[in-house]
Nanobody, 126 residues
Framework: VQLQASGGGLVQPGGSLRLSCAAS????????MGWFRQVPGKERQFVAA????????YYADSVKGRFTISGDNAKKTVDLQMNSLKPEDTAVYHC????????????????????WGQGTLVTVSS
């Protein structure tokens, strides 16, 4: 499975960006798709995910109420609408997908994801 992400860029604090990701290459899965972000020198941080089995969505506390994840299971696409962006949201955002169905407690853990996109840079700065 290959993941292709797009939509990053430079935005002022309080602004919005929309990230998109498309999966290709395998007819089954990914079963959960989402986004992690990473700042140089820091651990990868879970942002949001959507589990196709029940269309459940999950968010990190730091983005709840500001970010919305959505997608199309048939097309294997997932979007991340980011509103009210803050400077601390600045990071490289990676689209991810899992080859297996994940239980809820595994969703925010990076090692459970088998597929990672190349990353797209989001910079929030005035």
């Amino acid at each position: 499975v290959q993941l292709q992400a797009s939509g990053g860029g430079l935005v002022q604090p309080g602004g919005s960006l929309r990230l998109s990701c498309a999966a290709s290459g395998r007819t089954l899965g990914p079963y959960t798709m989402g986004w992690f972000r990473q700042v140089p020198g820091k651990e990868r941080q879970f942002v949001a995910a959507i589990r196709w089995s029940g269309r459940d969505t999950y968010y990190a506390d730091s983005v709840k109420g500001r970010f919305t994840i959505s997608g199309d299971n048939a097309k294997k696409t997932v979007d991340l609408q980011m509103n009210s962006l803050k400077p601390e949201d600045t990071a490289v955002y990676h689209c991810v997908g899992s080859a297996m169905r994940l239980i809820t407690s595994s969703v925010p853990i990076a090692r459970h994801y088998d597929y990672w996109g190349q990353g797209t840079l989001v910079t929030v700065s005035s």
